[in-house]
């Protein structure tokens, strides 16, 4: 009873996180961050307004019609739901039977798999749904027959085409994990005792392996459901399919998103905590001794503030710190891979920034080309690539080469700034959560900050960033610099307690290793510990973790580019006839956002490039985080420099070549006999 009492209370803290959530539109609309308290006002207002049933309505802005909320946003729910629990299914199953078959194939065979994984994971949901798209429009010119339908259309609902789309992800991602999982399961001592005893390798994987990873396998899923989550957002939009998203965006009140995130959020959460239950896990976590590690938090602040005063700063020579990640960075450069990855954005931030200081942010444009007698139009915008540009241009014919090598700094810079922050922000709440709270609480911020996974969290950051980025009649509501500070905020703030929590558990998974025992025993402190134990054997894991938040914010941006949201706001012109909506800064997301009907059109380089451009940047960061783990491997002994090993080799004679004669051997006993005189 008490323990559904508490799944009672976690359900009631995540419905009032959503309803706090869906405040911010109309508290950035009214006031702003300039009168914060008018935040809490109207949430209470909004508080009352909920509890009664009477004021659920679905309006929207220009109409003055009302509408059952329930009744408005039941079907396209129950829409949404099928395409996504369709998705999910049908990627799982595909995911197990894949790994399952994919365990009796050659090692040579399972290592190519796994590069295929690794590279079709570094593709965004985006690219999937155009290539897609493009397969159907083609078969269907070329032979008339149409594989699926490539979006909604009044009452004729597209099934086929998201689900099969949506699944890509969920397939890809758990097929990768269960690979890993299986070989870590195949490596432990009582699969060695079980083939001793003459079991096959289907009798261990069916009947024990598989068995003994479900679990661990259940709650990989939260995360991959997050992430799919975050892709039907998109893939409802690229669709054309009017499910609980299309509402949220086209009501845009805080009593439709309230409910409409209510209404994802509810299911998920009660099969997981439930099974949860089931499985009896829903508060075990990773114990330690916590009377060891438990400090209290404004004595540790005094302390360590009294003991700043009395270092010698001289002997400590603090500036040698900021040398460490340099010097760092110059050993995993030895690696080619991580020195690959590091190159392209160093060289791709560097040029646009040249080239934003030299031309003052100048593009090409181009509105239409003549042949060589000056009278015969060539082409008009949208340019093709070749003439008059090498990328083609867009539908105002600005040149696409330009516009990516401007946009460069902005997407990049500001994609690993947000990472960066996540994960260092998320470093420190670490620290607290690891070395400041007792067991109990822990697990109390886990069960709190696990619901997170079950909300979209490129809708989220939809719903807080658009009274921010979207320009309105009257102009943008919000500065440049405000703008961009806020999204950084917002982007980063998203995400911080799951990278706090996942920090948290690194820390306490280090802090229960027996050598951490011996230092406390010998006197080290919990800054001692940290320092010189904790950060070492985490680092490199922190590492990963940016490599992970850096490609998750740029599939942020093109989530939100698509939806006609750009990093630094979006451009509008009002009237009857007006260009399409432009980014401030030029940052790719938009050129994604302008070109979506480019695919219709047949225009497909209009948004290849921007798409291309990404992909390489996932791509780089991929090989800054695959070289980090062999950098990591090569310490313990898991991985070798085979190159130089076989040119180590290569310099001694194989022996093939050698030829015997009676002067290769030499009579020992014969030599000892005649040195005593022996005849």
Not at 2 to 7: F, H, N, P
Not at 594 to 599: D, G, K, M, P, Y
């Amino acid at each position: 009873m008490i323990k559904l009492a508490k799944i009672a209370v976690f359900y009631l803290l995540g419905v009032f996180g959503i309803i706090c959530i869906s405040i911010f539109p109309l508290y950035f609309q009214t006031s702003g961050l300039s009168d914060p308290l008018n935040y809490f006002r109207e949430l209470w207002a909004f508080i009352q307004a909920f509890v009664q049933p009477d004021k659920w309505v679905y309006t929207v802005p220009g109409s003055p019609g009302e509408f059952s909320l329930l009744g408005t946003l039941w079907e396209p729910l129950i829409y949404s739901m099928q395409i996504l629990f369709g998705a999910l299914l049908l990627g799982f199953l595909l995911a197990f039977v894949f790994a399952f078959l994919t365990n009796f194939l050659p090692k040579k065979a399972i290592h190519i798999v796994k590069r295929v994984l690794d590279f079709l994971e570094s593709i965004p949901d985006i690219v999937i749904a155009a290539i897609l798209q493009i397969l159907v429009i083609y078969v269907y010119k070329t032979f008339d027959f149409q594989l699926f339908q490539v979006a909604s259309y009044r009452e004729d609902k597209a099934y086929a085409g998201p689900i099969i789309t949506l699944a890509i992800l969920p397939m890809v991602s758990l097929f990768k994990i269960l690979l890993l999982m299986i070989e870590e399961e195949f490596t432990k001592d009582y699969v060695l005792f079980l083939k001793s005893k003459g079991i096959k390798k289907l009798g261990v994987l069916v009947k024990h392996v598989l068995r003994n990873i479900l679990p661990t396998t259940f709650h990989h899923t939260k995360v991959i459901i997050w992430a799919t989550l975050s892709s039907q957002f998109l893939i409802e939009r690229i669709f054309n399919v009017h499910g609980f998203s299309f509402f949220i965006i086209e009501s845009f009140n805080p009593m439709t998103i309230a409910v409409t995130l209510i209404l994802v959020f509810t299911p998920f959460f009660i099969i997981f905590q439930f099974t949860d239950l089931w499985m009896g896990q829903n508060i075990e976590g990773i114990q330690h001794d916590a009377k060891n590690y438990k400090v209290s938090l404004p004595s540790t602040i005094k302390y360590q503030l009294t003991r700043l005063g009395k270092i010698n700063w001289k002997r400590w020579k603090p500036w040698k710190l900021m040398t460490v990640p340099l010097m760092t960075f110059i050993r995993h450069m030895k690696n080619w891979k991580f020195a690959l990855g590091s190159l392209f954005f160093i060289v791709m931030i560097s040029y646009s920034v040249i080239y934003s200081t030299t031309t003052d942010n100048h593009i090409d444009q181009a509105r239409i080309t003549y042949e060589e007698d000056g009278a015969t139009i060539k082409s008009t915008p949208p340019h093709p690539p070749g003439t008059p540009f090498l990328l083609g241009s867009d539908d105002l014919g600005f040149s696409i080469l330009d516009m990516l090598t401007i946009g460069a700094k902005y997407t990049l810079t500001f994609a690993l700034i947000i990472a960066f922050l996540r994960v260092f922000i998320g470093l420190a709440g670490g620290v607290l959560f690891a070395f400041g709270l007792g067991l109990k609480r822990q697990n109390w911020i886990e069960k709190i900050v696990d619901s997170i996974h079950f909300l979209p969290l490129s809708l989220i950051a939809y719903i807080l960033l658009r009274p921010i980025l979207m320009e309105q009649g009257f102009g943008f509501s919000y500065s440049l610099t405000q703008r961009i500070i806020y999204e950084i905020i917002i982007l980063t703030i998203l995400v911080v307690p799951l990278t706090a929590v996942l920090s948290g558990n690194e820390m306490k998974r280090v802090l229960n290793m027996e050598f951490i025992k011996s230092a406390r025993i010998l006197g080290g402190s919990n800054f001692h510990v940290f320092r010189k134990h904790v950060i070492p054997h985490i680092g490199p894991r922190m590492t990963i973790l940016f490599g992970q938040q850096f490609i998750q914010v740029l599939l942020i941006f093109m989530h939100l580019g698509i939806f006609d949201l750009y990093f630094g706001g979006t451009n509008r012109t009002f009237g009857f006839v007006g260009d399409p909506p432009r980014s401030m800064t030029y940052e790719w997301s938009g050129m994604i956002g302008s070109t979506t009907n480019a695919l219709s059109t047949g225009k497909y380089w209009m948004i290849a490039w921007v798409l291309l451009a990404f992909i390489l940047s996932i791509f780089a960061m991929q090989f800054i985080i695959q070289g980090v783990k062999e950098v990591q491997q090569t310490k313990v002994g898991v991985v070798y420099n085979l190159r130089k090993i076989r040119k180590k080799c290569g310099n001694y004679q194989t022996g093939t070549d050698y030829e015997v004669s009676p002067e290769s051997f030499r009579l020992m006993n014969g030599d000892s006999n005649k040195a005593n005189g022996a005849p």
